[in-house]
């Protein structure tokens, strides 16, 4: 074999390993990055993932266009991660097999589910019902009041935390309105590798998420207005509790 056939010889094959590398590499990086998104969200390859998804506060039976786009969003976090799907409403779970990751739409008017995880792991957190006052809707943490301001400031709350009845992640969202939880989850996907290094651990935290002129800008415009965390786990210093915001 003469040098110059041997020399091109050489150069593809150094090609087809640098590709090959090139390929493995960025598969490889791929897979890092789908295990921490799956990882925040407590989602596992072949554990199934239940969608308990609420009823609009006006329409029983129903839900919100908002919160559909949320049940869509949480879908695809769960399919991308390998996990089999099923969505059952709040009425109807008492009748379902509970050994799955748990995603839980919407707030405790709207969604008994949410009430019983308000009340059993998050007791620091208070809310108002919708009324003429000034702090018509608002969460109570921590003593400090996140109002409700329609279409110019909204939040909505982001817990995640382990069912004592299953030992499997559940991950709460919970706003203001129904735009609110699409606005979190989106905001969730979005940041997830920075909350992940922020919060203390994947496994629990509380986060209140700020939804900005959402009449103007849907859910597009959120970001991190407070790490509750520790306020909304433990146990308050007074006895009396609020009442659910309806969800509009």
Not at 165 to 172: C, E, K
């Amino acid at each position: 074999m003469s040098s110059a056939l041997l020399n091109i010889l050489i150069g593809l094959v150094t090609s087809i390993l640098s590709a090959g590398s090139a390929l493995l590499w960025r598969r490889a990086r791929q897979a890092r990055a789908l295990n921490r998104k799956s990882a925040f969200f407590g989602l596992t390859s072949g554990r199934p993932c239940l969608i308990v998804l609420n009823s609009h506060w006006q329409l029983p039976g129903a839900t919100s266009h908002n919160d559909v786009h949320t049940l869509l969003e949480i879908s695809a976090l769960a399919h991308e991660a390998g996990c089999p799907i099923s969505v059952v409403s709040a009425d109807g779970l008492r009748e379902h097999k509970q050994d799955s990751v748990e995603f839980c739409i919407g707030g405790p008017e709207s969604n008994p589910r949410t009430a019983a995880h308000l009340s059993a792991y998050l007791p620091g957190i208070r809310y108002r019902p919708v009324s003429a006052k000034s702090d018509s809707g608002a969460f109570i943490i921590d003593h400090k009041k996140f109002l409700l301001k329609r279409g110019q400031q909204e939040h909505a709350v982001v817990a995640k935390f382990t069912s004592a009845q299953t030992r499997y992640p559940v991950l709460l969202i919970y706003g203001q309105r129904s735009i609110d939880n699409r606005a979190a989850i989106n905001f969730l996907k979005e940041n997830y590798r920075l909350l992940s290094k922020t919060v203390d651990s994947i496994d629990q935290f509380c986060l209140v998420v700020r939804v900005t002129s959402s009449d103007a800008y849907g859910h597009q415009v959120a970001e991190l207005a407070a790490d509750v965390t520790l306020a909304a786990f433990a146990a308050p210093n007074h006895t009396s509790r609020g009442f659910a915001p309806r969800q509009r």
